[in-house]
Each structure stands twice: as structure tokens, then as C-alpha cells.
């Protein structure tokens, strides 16, 4: 298993490029099966969850073929089989997202369940619920879910809780259904716009993405279509509040300032000075101390749950105190567990955590716990005295393109090391 090693060093300085987005790219991937058509996916960023995506479809028998370094042509077409097995799944919930187009495209799926995860229980039963009330039939056996249908119905599906991957799945399946499907209380995430354009680029026909009621025609058939992801704002505001944590100065290039408005208000409330144009960000801290600033995170376009770590860390190193409320998972906080192992000053109480920021954080042995926790123990590293190793790394590469190299580029003393080395 690697491991980083960071040296708590100076600020963060420099440009670095984003990422295509990860949450964007796992849906859009999927929605290739859709068609027997090929789509060309460029921007799509170079991780690990990506790469789980690509076998899970290619064991299905689908052609997956990396045309340039960040382009994939997904080709469903040779489709040999439905089933998506537990040895890909649990490794990433995401592949729930193969079950809304293999039951409109093919008629059946057999999906393993995800299960639980580490920050939480995570149902799929809206996912489900909205599949039996376009007419599929679905049963749960043997920890797979299975689903068949020869022809969905389009429906009104109302979620009772605002869910991502809950309303691609829909989206998705809508799009071969017979009539007109209606979204209510439909995610309005940018990952969820950009699915639709590229389901639109396919031929599907659809309305309202990106406000809280969608509604799709079904159409008989998706044809070939070419789709660039857009830029991944987790990983813009990752690199952004880790500029700011650091004092330091850093610009993101290749992303979009819409896509973070809730993020950027929240880094100029922390005292960073943020300039924009149509496609980077820049922070620039003029070597302060950043002011410590409440969060609460909401749906899109709300302050995102996967930014939550990453401004607690920057709390931890904050002037003054601060209140972070966690509505979207439980037991989001498990990278709270490891900066208190570093020195930080945080308490905990159901879903709110109060945090009093330090000076300086002192360099310990910790360890990754999910995705975006990853993250903040590297910003917290980095203004930590000494030298920290944080364990479990792989959390991180499921979901960030090459982090250690982009940090490294900004000044960050920041190196892996593989399990021989302890
Ligand atoms: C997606 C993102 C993830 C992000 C999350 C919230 C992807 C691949 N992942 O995850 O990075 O943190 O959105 O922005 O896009 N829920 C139910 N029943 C369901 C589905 C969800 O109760 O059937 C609940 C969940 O437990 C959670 C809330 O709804 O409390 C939101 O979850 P959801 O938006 O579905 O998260 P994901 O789509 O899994």
C-alpha cells in the first residue's frame, strides 16, 4: 500500500491544471451503454474509479479503448452480458450507475449491491424506487439486485431526498423509456448538466437539467456522439483551499468559476483575495493567516459535501472558531480523527463539528479514510512541523489525477513511497 511522506513546508505557489471531472465522467461512461454506437469521451481524467469504470464495462463485453491519454471510446455494440460483478462494485458504489442503462437498453441488469461505505449507509432505494415506477420489475437476491424490463414507461418519480447518481440512473433510463419521464426534486449538480449533454449529443431528448424538475422524452434509439467532461470542481476547490490553508498563492486553469461559487464566497469570507476568468481561479492569500469561516453543506448549489474535509482542514489552521455542519452523509468526520492526531483543535457533536484554529500542526503518522479526507490530511501536512506520512493513499488516487505530482509542482515537499519502504 503507498504512502505519502510531506514536509510541512512553505506556501503553496504556482498554476496547475484541473482534472475533467471524475463524477461527471463515471455516469457519462455508463451511458454508452445506451447505444450501439461508439462515444468519445475526452477530458476524461486518469484515476483510478475511471479505470474500474472501463474493466466494469469491458467484462460486460462492451469495447473500451483509451484513444488519447485523457479520450476513451466506449463501444457497446459487442455487449456479451448484464451483470456487473461484486468484485467491481464494492470497490466503488459509482457502478450502481450501469443499472438505469442496462435495463433500458437490454431489458435486464444483474448489479451487485454496493453496500455500505465509509462515510455512511448509502441506500440505492430511490435509484430502485424510480426503476419499479417506470415498470421494471426488480428483485434482491444474493446481494445483486436484478432488474428487467422489455420496455420502461416513462413516469413522475418524486425523490424524497436529493440524490446524484439516484437522478443519472433515472435520467439515463428515461431517455429509451416509452413517453415522457418527470424528475422531481432532481439533483441540480453541474455532473448531473453535463450527463444530459452528452445524452443529448446522443440524441436523447431533454429538458430542465440543472433545476429541480427534469423531464425526458424517450426516444427509440441513442446514436455515436463525441463529449468532453467538464472540469472537476472538487479538485479546483481542493487546490484552491489549499492554497489558502498555506498562505499562499495558486491559479487552476482548464475549470470554470460557475462551478464553485459556493466555494469561492466561502474562500474570500476566509481573507483570500480570488480573481477569475472565463477558465481559471486564482487565490491569492498576500501571505495572511486565513480567517476561520462556518460551513453547511447542502446539494448543488449549496456548499458541496466533497469540499468538507478539505475547509476543515483549513479551519484547523484558521484564525478563530468555526462551526461545520454536515447535512448529506453520517460519519462523515473520520478525517477529523486523524488531524487531532496532527494537533488540531476540533470537537465533535452528531453532525456538527466546532473547530479552533492553530498556528502550525505538528507532523504524526495518519491514515487516509475516504476520497475527499484523503486531501485534507495532505493540506494539513503541509503546515504541519516535521515530516507526516500519511497511509492508505489509495483513497486518494481513486479520485485525483496524478495529486502528488500537481502539489509537488506548486512547491509541495510531497513524495510516495510503496509498502517496501514500511
Ligand atoms: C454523489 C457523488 C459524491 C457526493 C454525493 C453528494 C458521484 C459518483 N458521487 O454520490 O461524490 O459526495 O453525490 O454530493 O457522483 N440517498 C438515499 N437513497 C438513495 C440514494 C441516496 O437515501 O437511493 C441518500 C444518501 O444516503 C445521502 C444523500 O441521499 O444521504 C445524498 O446521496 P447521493 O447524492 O445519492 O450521493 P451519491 O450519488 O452516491
Given at each position: 500500500?503507498?504512502?505519502?511522506?510531506?514536509?510541512?513546508n512553505?506556501?503553496?505557489?504556482?498554476?496547475?491544471?484541473?482534472?475533467?471531472?471524475?463524477?461527471?465522467?463515471?455516469?457519462?461512461?455508463?451511458?454508452?451503454?445506451?447505444?450501439?454506437?461508439?462515444?468519445?469521451?475526452?477530458?476524461?481524467?486518469?484515476?483510478?474509479?475511471?479505470?474500474?469504470?472501463k474493466?466494469?464495462?469491458?467484462?460486460?463485453?462492451?469495447?473500451?479503448?483509451?484513444?488519447?491519454?485523457?479520450?476513451?471510446?466506449?463501444?457497446?455494440?459487442t455487449?456479451?452480458?448484464?451483470?456487473?460483478?461484486?468484485?467491481?462494485?464494492?470497490?466503488m458504489?459509482?457502478?450502481?450507475?450501469?443499472?438505469?442503462?442496462?435495463?433500458?437498453?437490454?431489458?435486464?441488469?444483474?448489479?451487485?449491491?454496493?453496500?455500505?461505505?465509509?462515510?455512511?449507509?448509502?441506500?440505492?432505494?430511490?435509484?430502485?424506487?424510480?426503476?419499479?415506477?417506470?415498470?421494471?420489475?426488480?428483485?434482491?437476491?444474493?446481494?445483486?439486485?436484478?432488474?428487467?424490463?422489455?420496455?420502461?414507461?416513462?413516469?413522475?418519480?418524486?425523490?424524497?431526498?436529493?440524490?446524484?447518481?439516484?437522478?443519472?440512473?433515472?435520467?439515463?433510463?428515461?431517455?429509451?423509456?416509452?413517453?415522457?419521464?418527470?424528475?422531481?426534486?432532481?439533483?441540480?449538480?453541474?455532473?448531473?448538466?453535463?450527463?444530459?449533454?452528452?445524452?443529448?449529443?446522443?440524441?436523447?431528448?431533454?429538458?430542465?437539467?440543472?433545476?429541480?424538475?427534469?423531464?425526458?422524452?424517450?426516444?427509440?434509439?441513442?446514436?455515436a456522439?463525441?463529449?468532453?467532461?467538464?472540469?472537476?470542481?472538487?479538485e479546483?476547490?481542493?487546490?484552491?483551499?489549499?492554497?489558502?490553508?498555506?498562505?499562499?498563492?495558486?491559479?487552476?486553469?482548464?475549470?470554470?468559476?460557475?462551478?464553485?461559487?459556493?466555494?469561492?464566497v466561502?474562500?474570500?469570507?476566509?481573507?483570500?483575495?480570488?480573481?477569475?476568468?472565463?477558465?481559471?481561479?486564482?487565490?491569492?492569500?498576500?501571505?495572511?493567516?486565513?480567517?476561520?469561516?462556518?460551513?453547511?453543506?447542502?446539494?448543488?448549489?449549496?456548499?458541496?459535501?466533497?469540499?468538507?474535509?478539505?475547509?476543515?482542514?483549513?479551519?484547523?489552521?484558521?484564525?478563530g472558531?468555526?462551526?461545520?455542519?454536515?447535512?448529506?452523509?453520517?460519519?462523515?468526520?473520520?478525517?477529523?480523527?486523524?488531524?487531532?492526531?496532527l494537533?488540531?483543535?476540533?470537537?465533535?457533536?452528531?453532525?456538527?463539528?466546532?473547530?479552533t484554529?492553530?498556528?502550525?500542526?505538528?507532523?504524526?503518522?495518519?491514515m487516509?479514510?475516504?476520497?475527499?479526507?484523503?486531501?485534507?490530511?495532505?493540506?494539513?501536512?503541509?503546515?504541519?512541523?516535521?515530516?507526516?506520512?500519511?497511509?492508505?493513499?489509495?483513497?486518494?488516487?481513486r479520485g485525483?489525477?496524478?495529486?502528488?505530482?500537481?502539489?509537488?509542482?506548486?512547491?509541495?515537499?510531497?513524495?510516495?513511497?510503496?509498502?517496501?519502504?514500511?
Open positions: 500500500m503507498d504512502k505519502f511522506i510531506i514536509a510541512g512553505g506556501p503553496l505557489n504556482g498554476t496547475v491544471a484541473a482534472a475533467g471531472a471524475k463524477n461527471a465522467a463515471l455516469p457519462i461512461l455508463c451511458a454508452a451503454l445506451l447505444s450501439d454506437e461508439p462515444l468519445t469521451v475526452s477530458n476524461c481524467p486518469r484515476l483510478w474509479d475511471i479505470g474500474t469504470t474493466k466494469l464495462l469491458a467484462q460486460m463485453g462492451v469495447t473500451v479503448a483509451q484513444a488519447a491519454p485523457h479520450t476513451v471510446v466506449v463501444d457497446a455494440k455487449i456479451t452480458t448484464h451483470i456487473a460483478p461484486y468484485e467491481l462494485v464494492r470497490t458504489r459509482a457502478s450502481i450507475l450501469v443499472l438505469g442503462p442496462l435495463v433500458a437498453a437490454r431489458g435486464e441488469a444483474h448489479v451487485s449491491l454496493p453496500g455500505g461505505c465509509a462515510i455512511g449507509a448509502r441506500p440505492v432505494d430511490l435509484h430502485l424506487m424510480g426503476l419499479k415506477a417506470m415498470g421494471a420489475q426488480i428483485t434482491l437476491d444474493g446481494g445483486f439486485v436484478h432488474a428487467k424490463c422489455a420496455k420502461l414507461k416513462g413516469a413522475r418519480i418524486v425523490f424524497d431526498t436529493v440524490t446524484v447518481t439516484g437522478t443519472e440512473n433515472l435520467m439515463m433510463a428515461a431517455t429509451l423509456a416509452d413517453g415522457e419521464t418527470v424528475l422531481e426534486n432532481a439533483a441540480r449538480e453541474p455532473e448531473v448538466v453535463d450527463l444530459a449533454r452528452c445524452l443529448k449529443a446522443m440524441g436523447a431528448k431533454i429538458e430542465g437539467e440543472g433545476t429541480t424538475t427534469i423531464r425526458i422524452q424517450g426516444v427509440t434509439r441513442l446514436h456522439a463525441t463529449h468532453a467532461v467538464l472540469p472537476d470542481r472538487i479546483t476547490g481542493t487546490f484552491l483551499a489549499a492554497a489558502a490553508a498555506t498562505r499562499g498563492k495558486v491559479r487552476v486553469t482548464n475549470t470554470d468559476p460557475a462551478l464553485l461559487d459556493a466555494v469561492l466561502k474562500l474570500q469570507q476566509a481573507g483570500a483575495k480570488v480573481s477569475t476568468g472565463t477558465d481559471f481561479i486564482e487565490v491569492d492569500m498576500q501571505g495572511r493567516r486565513p480567517l476561520a469561516v462556518n460551513i453547511h453543506t447542502m446539494p448543488h448549489p449549496g456548499f458541496p459535501t466533497d469540499m468538507q474535509a478539505q475547509f476543515m482542514a483549513l479551519n484547523c489552521l484558521a484564525e472558531v468555526s462551526v461545520i455542519k454536515e447535512t448529506i452523509f453520517e460519519n462523515r468526520y473520520m478525517h477529523a480523527h486523524e488531524l487531532l492526531r494537533g488540531a483543535d476540533i470537537r465533535i457533536d452528531g453532525h456538527t463539528a466546532i473547530v484554529g492553530k498556528e502550525r500542526l505538528t507532523a504524526a503518522p495518519i487516509a479514510t475516504d476520497l475527499r479526507a484523503s486531501a485534507a490530511l495532505v493540506m494539513a501536512a503541509l503546515c504541519a512541523d516535521g515530516e507526516t506520512v500519511i497511509d492508505r493513499v489509495y483513497h486518494m488516487d485525483y489525477e496524478d495529486i502528488e505530482g500537481k502539489f509537488a509542482s506548486l512547491g509541495a515537499q510531497i513524495k510516495r513511497v510503496g509498502k517496501q519502504f514500511g
